[in-house]
């Protein structure tokens, strides 16, 4: 588990893939407090295994404890689908 939280979340790792023009966020904030996030992956990394023109991926939706059930994750899945739909995947 150490190693795989260091391959995937160590400082350098995400701020590789926060300048990843390939990567689309969008942030959900409560005041200074971040309550959840979303990541696109554009395009898709798993693109060959699928037959839509130009797929995207959803990469991560997370949402604080605090926050589940409160709506803020089914508003950053709308979020992803009209980017996705905007952008033209």
Do not use: I
Not at 6 to 33: H, M
Not at 36 to 65: I, M, R
Request: with cysteine.
């Amino acid at each position: 588990l150490s190693a795989f939280l260091q391959d995937v979340y160590a400082g350098s790792v995400v701020g590789r893939e926060v300048a990843d023009p390939t990567r689309v966020y969008r942030l959900a904030w409560d005041g200074d407090s971040l309550a959840a996030f979303c990541k696109l992956y554009t395009p898709s990394p798993f693109a060959e295994h699928s037959d839509a023109a130009n797929p995207v991926c959803l990469g991560q939706l997370y949402a604080d404890a605090g926050y589940t059930g409160r709506g803020v994750g089914a508003q950053l899945m709308e979020w992803a689908l009209g980017h996705a739909r905007g952008a033209g995947h």
